[in-house]
Nanobody, 129 residues
Framework: QLQLVESGGGLVQPGGSLRLSCAASGFTLDYYVIAWFRQAPGKEREGVACISGSSLTIKYVDSVKGRFTISRDNAKKTVYLQMNTLNPEDTGLYYC??????????????????????WGQGTQVTVSS
């Protein structure tokens, strides 16, 4: 059974850092594009970062560039999202999602939720003083 499980969320003060993890089971992670999404109350789900199976393609939404870093360890079947210099606008439920393709350009449609066939249950990130 294919499964994605997020962890690492929590309450952090503005300017702080968190590292989210997305652990995969039931499939070979290498072949999947993985993206992190977030959803704040009353807002649409937003693609935040995306990484191709080989890690050669990485994409970020403009609001997190320079602050967030996505990475993956296929041997450990885990994708990470290092989040630094957090601000209250980063608050939301963070999901990881897997896209099995086919794709001519990995991550080109990062924010298209319909591309992702598998989703985790989410981990809450709250940035507040």
């Amino acid at each position: 059974q294919l499964q994605l499980v997020e962890s690492g969320g929590g309450l952090v003060q503005p300017g702080g850092s968190l590292r989210l993890s997305c652990a995969a089971s039931g499939f070979t992670l290498d072949y999947y594009v993985i993206a992190w999404f977030r959803q704040a109350p009353g807002k649409e789900r937003e693609g935040v970062a995306c990484i191709s199976g080989s890690s050669l393609t990485i994409k970020y939404v403009d609001s997190v560039k320079g602050r967030f870093t996505i990475s993956r360890d296929n041997a450990k079947k885990t994708v990470y999202l290092q989040m630094n210099t957090l601000n209250p606008e980063d608050t939301g439920l963070y999901y990881c999602a897997a896209d099995g393709g086919p794709y001519s350009s990995p991550c080109a449609r990062m924010g298209d939720t319909g591309r992702y066939g598998y989703w985790g249950q989410g981990t809450q990130v709250t940035v507040s003083s």
